[in-house]
């Protein structure tokens, strides 16, 4: 294929839908990943919760033969592996990274020991005839020529990742709550004289990190496949983590890096196509995350920088003012 | 009783007890797991526990394996102790295992300027793969848990892209290097003396115990004498009780920082070269499948400290190789090691689990003292 095609296959509306359709494993668990952030405390165990969920859902919906029942279960099942990881964080004391680590680890170890109990079947869960998420066919929209095809179409956990977006950004920013999570994260010792509960509002923001990352690993295994696939997380958690970095620990920042990623991830894809040796297309999005690091890094000291130096203009004026008045 | 009390007082006792004890438990959860899921369950964890010795060969999987995760425990000790998370040690001994590798295979040297050369040049790779993440750690306090992680699948992909484009032979239907010749393989760990000749045959027949060993042994000791014996070792070890305290102490944590990263990726690049040029002999795909976080396993239950790497790497290296074992020989499969790794894990680094026993402990004795009491004054009312 030439770089002609690429470049029309880029602009092209499925290349749009697939972008979305990409970022949306990345979307949830990011915003899951940025309410423990501002919580002060970074959820290093998204990827564990992502799989746990993934795999659950797949199992229920198996055996049940209900959808609802395998999503609902996935997700109960992500909120208390979650609910663990606080637990130790927040009453036993355990580093939050080393606790994390093990909960990826456990997580991993778990869920392959539990397929192979039930498939026999160490690689993935083809064996089980596991449910699928519904898929959405907005009226109207879907009858839009270019817009249609970007848009319209997608699973249910697409259009929740946008929804929630909006959903954490007024919690976070409209309620007491969110503020008093943000305050608990900022500084938890002015915090707590300021009668809030910071271990009280560290567990919620937990479990709602729980609740989001367990939805991305859903719409991995009953969305995106539909089964699961041993490590199917694939290091989404931990992209997750640096899309709340990258986009500033806002949730529309953190919305849009995810999708940037999403982006270099579907262009890998279609350059894969090209004669280039498609492992070093496959790393693409990782460089791209780690660009995404030094970005964060670069834009935060320079905040910084302007910071200091209106506060020095400030002063400045100030003393300047009084020196004049006397 | 006092002895005992005076006993506990010292803290590594106190340290070994704990990490026995969380071991021990873990165990226990794995036993009960294998009752729950297995038919036979007696057997699978008989062999899980037994495994390792029961075969020449076995016990020597269980040495080689043992080696790597020694090297890879020194890895994460140096940079755990400084609180640096970094999670690259995939991605080093990748790097290590590739560079090597090459060198065992191409670079037309003798055997004595060889080997040498590829061990020195994975530690240099191991040392530049972790230089990257502490570097950005230190100058743009780039997050390394999130940048060790990416460099380990950059590294994987790197691997991937040398192996199948150049490495590997043309036509081969598999993604993996021709052995390497006799002048890139290290050499079994007993040298050839004519009293142990048979001794050394069988080691060199049923196992990959190579000279490794010995440079386990001398990595054990640089890293020992380089954390508690150096400047740069009680720098990290500020810098990981309290980098405020050594900032004001004068220390140049970024330089510090950038260090531990570094240094701690040559030991995970020998542990790369181990694999290459000791266990595998060649380079196959996925070198390092499933040794990724285990550095991690050994250098806690080690409360990273070099010195105890060595016993906390071989318990971990016999329930590895036991799980292995036991896989083979019933229905239960080899990742229960996984979930007995993470308890372990987080029952090491649970700070409070200790105090809530002691507490329980006291508590209990006061209600029985309390109840004692009790019964006392009724029996004096009475």
New interface residues.
Partial sequence: MSFDHILKAIFSALFLANILRISTPLILPALGGLVTDLAGA?N?ALEGIMLVAAFTGVVVSAYTKSVTAGILCGILSGVLISALLAY?YL?????V???G??????A???T??LL??LTGD?GNSSKLASGMAPIVHIPLIKDIPFLGTVLSGHNIFTYAAFLLTWLVAIFLYRTPLGTHLRAAGENPEAAATLGIDVKQTQLIAFLMSGFLASLGGLNLSMAYLTLFQREMTA?RG??A??AV?LGGRKPWGTLIAAMIFGFADALSNQLASLEI?S??V??IP??V??IA??V???Q??AQLIERTRRFQERELAKSGGGATGS | MSTIRKILAIRAVREFLRIFLAVFAALVLGFLITLAVSKQPIEAYKAFLLGPVSRFNRFGDWIEESITLILLGLAVSLAFRAKQFSLGQDGQMLMGALVSGSIALFVPLPFLLRVPLALLAAMLVGFIWGYIPGYLKAHLDANEIVSTLMLNTIALKIYDYFLIFWIKPPGAGYNASDFFPVEGKLPTFLPALPFIADLQKRFADHTNITIMLYLMIIAIVVAFFLMFRTPFGYELRTVGANIKFARYGGIDTKKTIILVFAVSGIFAGLAGAHLAMGIHTKLIANITVGLGFEGIVVAIMARNNPLFVPIAGLAYGYLRAGADVMERASDVSREMVLVIQAIIILLVTAERILPMVQQVITARRQAAAGAAEMTEGENNVV
């Avoid at chain 1, 009453?91 to 580093?95: A, E, Q, R, V, W």
């Avoid at chain 1, 680590?101 to 456990?106: R, V």
């Fill in positions: 970074t290093i130790f009453y036993l004391k355990t580093d990274f080393l606790a680590i093990a909960i990826n680890i456990m991993t170890g778990g392959i020991f192979y109990i160490k290091g931990f992209i983590l640096a970095y040796p492992q070093l496959q790393s990782y460089v995350t780690i690091l030094v964060y890094a670069l935060k000291r």
